[in-house]
């Protein structure tokens, strides 16, 4: 059995259901720069990966406009779209177990970093984490195995073979497969079973609680 000392969380999907202020940033952005709204399918779809590589691929920005749309999401999601998601049940109650039991735990996450630490204080998560990284402003870090290298940079005593990502959709996966670590599925979240197994994930599991049970047997004294 693999034991680690590590966590490292995604956000969107895994801890909040953030689809609420995405959905409504994505819209603002749309009448903004005058684009179609993306139908439903689209915007999950949007939820994951990069946003700047989203608004181009998905919304048909022009990637000259890119840099614009980002900021005038980044400035909606600044407003008001952060504080539209809520926890997903259960899951604050496991991140304290899991910090009782000895882990270290952090975020792994696209979105952008002073977002994820607003949402994480605000919310009551941030005395649970040793730190909380994400993308940065100027684009340098955005992909997910960009994030899970900066977070063992910044926190000298991260092993990256000690630790573990906790995720929901195929960019996490992807993510910690370039980044050299090991995967289990939040299958609450936006992703599904199926993607999650054949794209590298351990295990998947449906309720916030069994994260407790797993790694309480796997912890790294």
Do not use: Q
């Not at 204080?121 to 290298?149: H, L, M, R, W």
């Amino acid at each position: 059995m693999k034991m680690y000392r590590n966590l490292f969380f995604d956000l969107d999907g895994t801890l909040f259901n953030t689809k609420p202020g995405i959905v409504h940033c994505i819209e603002y952005t749309a009448h903004e720069m005058g684009f179609p709204v993306p139908d439903d399918a689209t915007i999950d779809s949007m939820i994951g990966p990069p946003l700047g590589d989203s608004l181009v691929k998905k919304c048909g920005v022009p990637e000259s406009e890119a840099g614009r749309a980002l900021t005038i999401w980044r400035g909606e999601y600044s407003r008001v779209g952060w504080s539209m998601c809520d926890p997903y049940p259960g899951i604050l109650e496991s991140v304290r177990d899991l910090k009782t039991v000895g882990y270290r735990i952090y975020t792994a996450t696209s979105k952008n970093e002073h977002a994820a630490r607003t949402i994480l204080t605000e919310k009551g998560f941030a005395p649970y984490f040793d730190d909380i990284c994400g993308s940065t402003e100027d684009g340098s870090i955005e992909k997910k195995a960009d994030v899970i290298s900066l977070v063992a940079r910044r926190n000298t005593s991260v092993h990256l073979a000690e630790s573990v990502l906790i995720g929901d959709t195929f960019f996490d996966c992807e993510g910690a497969r370039i980044a050299g670590i090991d995967m289990v599925g939040a299958g609450w979240g936006f992703g599904d079973d199926v993607t999650l197994y054949e794209n590298g994930a351990l295990t998947v599991f449906h309720r916030p609680s069994e994260l407790v049970d797993y790694f309480s047997e796997r912890f790294a004294e």
